[in-house]
């Protein structure tokens, strides 16, 4: 599938900014998946067991995302989606050792690559929802992919922000957690745009779930945010 999307995604692409987000957070979610499938492979070799209390033992952030998961049992598809994009965008944190085969592959720096490249003369079609997705979308490769950081992906987290302080006003409760998770994953938020965002959501505090809060929480505690 990697391949074939290449032929689409070219110079001169004509494929629309939503197809293109669509794509980026799927892929990103499929490097996300394979890399702790790695993880669990290596775990069972090690006799180790995978249940909730150890995951959450090892990893306290782990927690926040297996509940998170289940806050959004109710919810549409696309927002599930959005969700698992963008909770693997601030979760997904590679153990040294770790070996990821799908972002191992040559195809998927190649495809990344061309999608990012793709969708930056297109942003200001974005929706919020596009730009939080694809906010959650870069913050995963960014840790899967760090080849990409410098020419690929630093460009367009960068473009992301310029259109995040553009377009904060039309983004909903969750697009601002989610985003601000991802942004705090990639660490690179220029200190305006970092004060923007801050002060919208400092705005909105009072009407965020649950689920939200429990992501603007994990951001607070990072470093850089």
Same mark, same amino acid.
């Given at each position: ?7 689409? #995604? ?24 394979? *890399? ?7 775990? /069972? ?14 990893? %306290?952030? =782990?927690?926040?995302? @297996? ?11 696309? =927002?599930?989606? &959005? ?20 972002? =191992? ?14 969708? #930056? %003369? ?7 929802? =596009?730009?939080?997705? @694809?906010?959650?979308?870069?913050? +995963?490769?960014?840790?899967?992919? %760090?080849? &990409? ?7 367009? /987290? ?17 697009? &601002? ?5 991802? *942004? ?8 305006? +745009? ?28 990072? /470093?850089?945010?």
């Amino acid at each position: 599938l990697a391949v074939a999307a290449k032929n689409h #995604l070219g110079p001169g692409s004509q494929v629309v900014i939503r197809d293109i987000t669509e794509f980026l957070y799927s892929y990103s979610n499929a490097l996300h998946l394979a *890399f702790h499938s790695a993880q669990h492979s290596a775990g /069972a070799a090690a006799g180790t067991t995978n249940n909730i209390s150890n995951a959450t033992a090892a990893n %306290p952030t =782990d927690g926040v995302a @297996l509940a998170t998961a289940r806050d959004y049992e109710d919810e549409e598809a696309e =927002d599930m989606g &959005l969700s698992a994009s963008l909770m693997s965008s601030s979760l997904a944190m590679p153990k040294r050792g770790s070996r990821n085969r799908l972002a =191992d592959d040559p195809v998927s720096a190649t495809v990344i690559s061309m999608a990012c490249c793709a969708a #930056l %003369p297109k942003l200001h079609f974005a929706t919020p929802q =596009d730009l939080a997705k @694809l906010s959650g979308s870069v913050a +995963v490769a960014w840790t899967m992919l %760090p080849s &990409l950081q410098v020419d690929v992906l630093g460009p367009l /987290a960068s473009a992301l922000a310029q259109a995040l302080c553009y377009r904060i006003q039309d983004f909903n409760l969750q697009d &601002l957690s989610l985003t601000a998770s991802a *942004f705090t994953k990639i660490n690179r938020l220029e200190d305006h +745009v970092a004060d923007l965002l801050a002060t919208k959501i400092n705005e909105c505090l009072p009407k965020f779930a649950d689920k939200d809060l429990s992501l603007l929480l994990w951001a607070s505690s990072r /470093a850089g945010w």
